[in-house]
């Protein structure tokens, strides 16, 4: 039998501890039972590893991770997370304790001035959000960043998610259509109060569990959806419209749906920054 050695041990046996966590709130939210065993065999096979997620990590990316046994790209990059990062993105999507600014800040050249403007002006939540601004222009734009501080920012992501080279796309993103129906699936489901509830920690002093959150599945697309509890939410008073969705596997990415304020959409659900597609979508709709 190979024996690992004690911080070896410790760095699985941490990520195992979250992945199982992921599977028991998944389970208590009603998700999809296959989806809930895939983290639970995920971290059974993390915790036997006879050498450190971490190793292979550096070694060999994502890739390497998502060719262990019982592991695959979802759970690779929940595994990515939590070593690179110290803590599962997903683990507090679930728990209602995300802070995207507290996480855009912790990339080195982004302090929480610039992170609080990357949320609040470009919608920004995740590393890769992050990422996909800091290769198509918007970050230089909107932070006036140099040529030198944005290469820093740039290398720093490729370290912490795993990567060899920035992707094109891993995959077509989902339809606006199917969005739409998850956002609408979302929404019925708080009116009629079937919705488990959570209990955010940011904006929620009382501890209420006042936010619905839905676990549910296009295919073999996985997408998880509640209201937007972030700051700017809470002050415009949208914290009953717009809508996160987020896709895990093969739907991997964030989407926000909101009811458009004017325009030819006015009164209609949009994702945000896929307009003209929306548009699209609604002219067939009518056609």
Same mark, same amino acid.
């Given at each position: 039998?190979?024996? $690992? %050695?004690?911080?070896? @041990? ?38 036997? *590893? %006879? ?5 292979? *990590? ?7 991770? #998502? ?10 990059? @929940? ?22 600014? +507290?996480? !855009?800040?912790?990339? %080195? ?17 995740? *590393?890769?959000?992050? #990422?996909? /601004?800091?290769?198509? &222009?918007?970050?230089? =734009? !909107?932070?006036?960043? &140099? ?6 920012? $740039?290398?720093?992501? /490729? ?10 796309? #891993? ?20 009116? /009629? ?28 697309? +996985? ?7 972030? #700051? ?30 004017? &325009? ?7 994702? =945000? &920054? $896929? ?9 067939? /709709? $009518?056609?």
């Amino acid at each position: 039998m190979i024996r $690992r %050695p004690d911080a070896s @041990a410790a760095l699985n046996d941490l990520v195992a501890i979250k992945l199982d966590e992921v599977a028991a709130l998944l389970h208590d939210q009603g998700a999809n039972p296959f989806r809930v065993r895939a983290y639970r065999r995920g971290a059974d096979a993390v915790r036997h *590893l %006879p050498r450190p997620v971490s190793e292979i *990590l550096d070694a060999e990316g994502i890739d390497g991770l #998502e060719r262990l046994p019982d592991i695959g790209l979802t759970l690779a990059r @929940a595994i990515r997370d939590i070593v690179r990062l110290g803590y599962s993105p997903m683990l507090s999507r679930l728990r209602g304790d995300m802070d995207p600014e +507290h996480l !855009l800040a912790s990339v %080195p050249g982004i302090g929480r001035r610039i992170a609080a403007r990357l949320h609040e002006e470009l919608g920004l939540e995740t *590393l890769e959000d992050l #990422e996909a /601004a800091a290769y198509d &222009g918007r970050l230089e =734009r !909107l932070a006036g960043f &140099g040529a030198k501080r944005l290469a820093g920012v $740039r290398a720093v992501l /490729a370290q912490r998610l795993g990567r060899v080279q920035v992707p094109a796309s #891993e995959g077509a993103a989902p339809s606006v259509a199917e969005l739409l129906d998850v956002d609408r699936e979302y929404r019925d489901g708080v009116s /009629a109060d079937v919705l488990p509830r959570i209990a955010p920690k940011r904006f929620n002093p009382e501890g209420r569990r006042w936010l619905p959150i839905l676990h549910t599945t296009r295919g073999e697309r +996985h997408y998880t959806a509640l209201f937007s509890n972030t #700051e700017r939410a809470h002050r415009l008073g949208t914290t009953s419209d717009w809508v996160v969705i987020y896709g895990d596997g093969a739907a991997d990415g964030r989407w926000t749906v909101v009811t458009a304020q004017g &325009g030819p959409l006015r009164g209609h659900r949009i994702v =945000r &920054g $896929r307009e003209d597609e929306c548009t699209r979508h609604y002219a067939r /709709a $009518r056609a």
